[in-house]
């Protein structure tokens, strides 16, 4: 019709695609700019919600996209942050280095969890996750010549260079941002190939994944084994953040915290652990000024409410809106 404005609904898929990448400029932009403008503390608040999205990553790769459980995550996240505080308090090791380091010692214990764990599904894996969870804290503190005991270790931050004009928080964050967008895309191209196929596929159905060819165990161990890397690069950058390591920061509530976070930011989704991350770092915080009792209320009646109205998760809620808005032509 000449002279009028049709409305039509855009492909869901072209749109998802196009906001995708339209809204991932613009927050890394946003984070770019913002230690710029922000008080220290908040550069710090920003800074552990990046820590938290690299370990919420790696989680979403092991439930998210190979349908497993874990209640143990918080395991993997304290023993990459111990190995990091190891190699540069015992062994004055540059603290570049301890990043690669720690995220292989990671990956190297799921991959030996992995194996007995396979076997295992549901309840039964959740149940031996947990116990890795519970059991880690007073094996910490067993080991006092080496890990400090129930002291903890306490080390030097790393310090920005003079080239880079950058105070300590900002130099932190920067430090942790540019990791992190490694490990998104590095969890980005892993998803893209054959291994994200194969896990998708296991998710989905076991027993139509295992006709098709796809190795059930070896892909299982694999996405344990992903998950722990990960979780112990998040670690190794705590460590680097906060500069103090100790067994009860890793009790079972981390592991717990982490799950929660995860399934509020959205299964399966690339945004999931960034979302999921806003709310692990920031809702106890806001919550502790209301009272000094109401974060955990206020913690548990979100993650209630947030089922509530978008089972899938925020990423979920959020891309249903993007769909539904119309194009002019």
Known sequence: MSGSTQVTMVPARLLTFRWRWVAAAASLAAAVYAPFQLIPFHVFQLTMVLVYAVALLGLNLLVGHAGQISLGHGAFFAVGAYAAAIL????????????????????????????????????????????????????????EEVTGGSMGLTLAKPAPPAWSGLAEDQWLYFLTLGAAVAAFLLAGSLLRSRVGRALHAVRDNEIAAEVMGVRLSFYKTL???????????????????????????????????????????????????????????????????????????????????????????????AGRLIRKIPRKE
């Open 88 to 143: 540069m308090e015992r062994w004055n090791l540059p603290y570049p280095l301890t990043l690669p380091i720690a995220a292989a010692v990671a990956f190297v214990l799921g991959l030996a969890f992995g194996v007995p764990a396979m076997r295992l599904r549901g309840l039964y894996l959740a149940l031996v996750t947990l116990a890795m969870a519970i059991f880690l804290v007073p094996l910490l503190k067993r080991f």
């Open 223 to 317: 996405a344990f084994a992903w998950s722990a890397m990960f979780a112990g690069a998040a670690g190794c950058l705590y460590t680097w953040v906060i500069g103090f390591v100790s067994p009860d920061s890793f009790t079972v509530n981390l592991s717990i915290t982490l799950l929660a976070g995860l399934v509020v930011g959205g299964l399966g989704a690339m945004s999931g652990p960034v979302l999921g991350a806003l709310f692990v770092m920031f809702v106890p915080s806001i919550s502790q000024e209301i009272n000094d009792a109401a974060p955990g209320v206020i913690f548990g009646l979100l993650i209630i409410a947030v089922m509530y109205v978008a089972p899938t998760g925020l990423a979920g809620l």
